[in-house]
Each structure stands twice: as C-alpha cells, then as structure tokens.
C-alpha cells in the first residue's frame, strides 16, 4: 500500500533521496537535495514547505519537493537558477505520485499548481494533464524556453568532424590564433577553498561580459552563487574554470559534472579579449576536456544563445505547466 509522508527538511530521507532520483527518468543536478537545500536557504522566504514523499513496504517511491505561495504550489526552485525541474518518481508510481499531487492541493485548498522547466520526455507531461482533467481540474502547458547539448563522441577529432564545415572551420582558426601566443593557460579549480578564493573572480567576470548579467546578479542571487559553489564543490560535482592570458583572467566557466554529463551553468569573460573568443575557446576547452575524461553529454543547458550551436548544440524544449481548479 503507497503512504504519504510528509517532508520536512531535505536531509530527511537523504540517502532515499538519491536512490529514486537515480531512477527517475529526468534526473539532474537541480533535483539533488544538496542543490535544493541551498536553494530553499536563499530563496525560501515567503514560501511554506509543503513537499511529501511515498513509500509502499517502507520504500520510498516519489517525492514532490512543493513550495506554497498564496493559494500557489510549484516546485523547489525558480527558471532564473534552474535550469531543469521535475518529481521524483521510479518507474510505476507515475499514476499514484500524481493522484497525491492533486489531493494535496484539494487539501491545502490551493487554486493552482505551476510547474515550470520540464523537460521533453518527462513523466510529468505524459501522465498528469489527463489525470488532472479527470479530477476536473483544468490545464495549460506552454513552450518556456529551450536548451542545447551535445552527445559526446569517443574523441576530440571525432567532435571535430560533427560540426558544420564553417563551424569547424571556424573552432580550428580561433584556436590556431590562441595557441600562437606565448601567455595563455586555462585550467579548472575543484578545491572548496580554492573555489570559495576565486569565486569573486568569476562573478565579476559574469558581470562585465554583459550588462544583463550585472544587472541579473543581485545581491540575494550573489549570495545563492557562493552557497552552492560551496555545496557542490563539496560534493565533488563542480569545475570553475579559467583562462588567463598576458598575467591577466580573461573568461571563466563554471560547470557541473553530474553522472556521465557536464553541464555549462554559467560563464563570463573580459571583452577587452574578445578578439581572441576567449570565451567561445574556453567552453571549447571545457568540452574536450569532457570528452578526454570519457563523459557521455554535454548540457549548454537553458538559453538560444548562438555559441552553443556553433559548439555542435542540438536544441530540446522546455515546458511549463499550470493546473487549476475549476
């Protein structure tokens, strides 16, 4: 028999809460309870947990890691720091995570459930629209944004030869021209401390690449960057990386490397540099970097940002979903 339960913190069922997620068809970085955990401590304010978790023979089968705002429930979250979100659920528990899902807004008396990044292919857009109809309950699932990645060959050359001729091209040119110089390097810092000390580094770097990203980073999302690098690192998930050139930091990226895929989270650059595409070289580097260490995907994650189908990119879409009772 499946039972509700509710959640309360994220370390509750910690060891649990890894396992459904390995088994659950979308599963990402932005679900972990680490990154969930860090996010609620930034972002929470405001919002009750209302989250629960199934078992059936005491084993945990799905959770739901919801928020309520108002008479709003969604998940753990937001489209400005997450990328990817979804339920957790093991194969089979769609329909009994789902049918839990709408009792609990019939029991908190909450008019709408907003679900926001789902990916193609998720188990939440097959299964709960008609569930919900069902129950009477109304629902509108709209195109939100897309997001790009690439299935990595065995090896850089093969990589290489996957990319439009212009596009390689292109790559091969841009990287002649910055191993002709005598004073460049790039490496990737994974230390906790090390990272803690240059994080100011890449913020200030995101900053002043674009003009939208020193006004996107406001204090509280400052903030929410120094905690989770903090977190990650310490879960041996995170890569800052950096490329210096004539004794100067000129571009940095900051990736996750979660299962067989590394994800491209954020990057910045100094644009007196941009002759040289130093920040275009670097998600290069970290990608044949990639491959080197024999990974299987790479994510450019959310964005249309032209680069990242320069770099082999291969756009999926991301969907929103809203219930609401009638």
Not at 168 to 176: A, G, P, S, T, V
Not at 178 to 188: C, G, K
Not at 251 to 266: I, K, P, V, W
Not at 276 to 293: F, H, P, T
């Amino acid at each position: 028999m499946v039972q509700s339960n509710p959640l309360t913190t994220f370390s509750q069922i910690g060891d649990e809460w890894e396992t459904v997620l390995s088994d659950s068809l979308v599963n990402t970085v932005f679900q972990t309870p680490q990154w969930q955990e860090v996010w609620w401590e930034t972002f929470g304010d405001g919002r009750s947990m209302v989250g629960f978790y199934l078992t059936e023979s005491e084993s945990v089968t799905a959770i739901a890691p919801l928020t309520r705002s108002g008479d709003t429930l969604s998940l753990v979250g937001n489209q400005d720091t997450v990328d990817y979100n979804d339920f957790l659920v093991k194969p089979g528990y769609e329909a009994a995570l789902y049918d839990a899902v709408l009792a609990c807004m019939d029991e908190l008396q909450c008019h709408t459930l907003t679900l926001a990044s789902l990916t193609e292919g998720s188990p939440t857009l097959e299964h709960l629209p008609g569930l919900a109809r069902q129950r009477g309950f109304s629902v509108e699932v709209e195109r939100e944004d897309v997001a790009s990645g690439i299935v990595l060959p065995e090896t850089w050359d093969d990589y290489l030869g996957g990319l439009s001729k212009k596009d390689r091209h292109e790559l091969r040119r841009k990287l002649r021209r910055l191993e002709a110089l005598h004073d460049w390097r790039w490496y990737s810092l994974t230390d906790q401390g090390e990272v803690s000390q240059r994080l100011d580094d890449f913020i200030g770097l995101m900053r002043l690449s674009k003009a939208d990203k020193n006004e996107w980073m406001t204090p509280e999302r400052e903030a929410f960057f120094h905690r989770m690098t903090q977190r990650m690192s310490r879960e041996n998930r995170l890569r800052l990386f950096f490329m210096e050139m004539e004794g100067r930091t000129v571009a940095t990226s900051l990736c996750f490397d979660y299962g067989s895929s590394r994800l491209l989270y954020n990057s910045g650059y100094n644009p007196d540099f941009s002759y040289y595409s130093v920040s275009l070289l670097l998600d290069a580097l970290c990608l044949r970097d990639a491959i080197e260490l024999d990974m299987q995907y790479f994510d450019f994650l959310r964005g249309d940002e032209p680069y990242k189908a320069h770099l082999g990119g291969k756009q999926h879409v991301l969907y929103q979903m809203v219930v609401k009772r009638n």
